[in-house]
């Protein structure tokens, strides 16, 4: 079997690559500018990289040679980080909309089944949101389901929602060739991925604001306080990546149930707000480095305008509704979110530790 992966060297797609490679039957060609989360992969004898964007007409003539040899097109390409929706906005339209809408033409010109990551973000806005009250008692009006909920964004000048809505353009982009063009596809909304290698670790990594767990990890390993935005109310459900790698593998291997649908991946059993991720973390740098001051580490309330600049506006809430996708994927998300944070913190505590002096305990386990 032979995988097109497009977006290959993200978070994503090197838990995707670790686990597809370790099976003899698959090759892969994937696609990607940046190959630091994918170095201990580059020697793997059935890993084809080409390592540059998809940009200009030459890199578009070995794109079409590669999606015509491949069976399955996997797109991971994305931009999918917060505070570049309303700062960065044309660029944000462009990679997530104008970059992928030629990949959905392409699969489609050659018949090849498309899995197409989008985002929970699809969604916007639960109408619960917008209840005075206590929004919250109808479930109805806060669950997601792929099938049935509405998505709700707020006005154009609240550039946070550039990003959902290029997303959603191209899920009906790839929703409309299949029913005029034939073109398989499984559509993935992402909810809350978390593991190692996630975004980069600010002011060890990169600059910039990558997504909160990223920012939280970062905080604490710089001595920083853990920043809630507008005082860390929002509620997300965090998902393992192993669980979400689970769902992706599931999808492949199960064509004639999976194809021509719409998933969300999540775990509505990990869901959390912002506050409380918050003491998670503390509590799992005090796991993994035996030191209980960990516990202490500060933390701030920062406004959203402040965080992110003019036009951010937040997601709620994301509880996902994952019936459809147990049924049809046999899938089952079981990792709970101590595991997680665990597994996360435990590689960057590994990875950055010693980094921290200041903040290093004498009894650290590593
Ligand atoms: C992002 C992307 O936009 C989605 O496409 C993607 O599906 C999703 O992440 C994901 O990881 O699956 P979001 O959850 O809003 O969506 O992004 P985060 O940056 O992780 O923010 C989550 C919440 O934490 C927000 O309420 C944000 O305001 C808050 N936050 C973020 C903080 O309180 N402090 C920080 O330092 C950073």
């Keep these: ?91 944000t339209i462009y990679a997530n909309f104008i970059d992928g809408y030629q990949i959905v033409e392409l699969a489609a010109k050659y018949k090849k089944p498309l899995i197409h990551y989008s985002t929970s973000e699809v969604y916007g806005r639960t109408l619960s949101s917008y209840l005075p009250g206590q929004p919250y008692d109808n479930p109805e009006l806060y669950v997601l389901d792929a099938a049935t909920t509405p998505m709700i964004m707020g006005p154009v000048q609240n550039q946070r929602w550039t990003y959902a809505t290029a997303k959603q353009l191209l899920e009906r982009l790839v929703y409309a060739y299949h029913k005029e063009a034939g073109l398989r596809f499984a559509i993935v909304r992402p909810f809350n991925f978390f593991g190692p290698r996630m975004d980069y670790l600010p002011g060890i990594e990169g600059e910039g604001k990558p997504r909160v767990l990223a920012m939280f990890v970062g905080a604490v390993l710089n001595d920083d306080p853990i920043l809630l935005v507008d005082g860390g109310h929002a509620m997300r459900t965090i998902t393992s ?125 590593g």
């Excluded at 670790?18 to 003899?24: G, S």
């Design 1 to 91: 079997m032979k995988l097109l992966v497009p977006g290959c060297a993200g978070f994503i797609g090197s838990h995707f690559l670790e686990r597809m490679l370790a099976r003899e039957a698959v090759e892969i060609v994937g696609w990607d500018g940046q190959t630091d989360k994918i170095e201990h992969l580059l020697d793997h004898p059935r890993l084809t990289l080409r390592r540059r964007l998809l940009k200009g007409p030459e890199a578009f003539v070995q794109f079409e040679k590669d999606l015509a040899a491949c069976d399955w097109v996997v797109n991971l390409a994305a931009i999918c980080n917060p505070s570049q929706y309303n700062t960065e906005p044309l660029r």
């Design 241 to 365: 990546i192993h669980d979400a790698i689970d769902a992706l593998v599931a999808i492949i291997d199960r064509p004639e149930h999976s194809l021509d649908h719409f998933y969300n991946i999540g775990n509505p059993a990990n869901e959390v707000s912002m506050r409380d991720l918050a003491h998670g973390v503390r509590r799992a740098f005090a796991r993994v480095s035996g030191d209980d001051r960990y516990l202490e580490h500060p933390i701030q309330e920062i406004g959203s305008k402040e965080f992110y600049g003019d036009g951010y506006e937040d997601c709620d809430r994301r509880v996902v509704d994952i019936s459809a996708e147990q049924e049809r994927l046999a899938w089952q998300p079981h990792r709970p979110l101590d595991h997680v944070l665990d597994e996360t913190v435990g590689y960057y505590w590994r990875k950055y530790g010693q980094r921290a002096p200041q903040r290093q305990p004498a009894t650290a386990v």
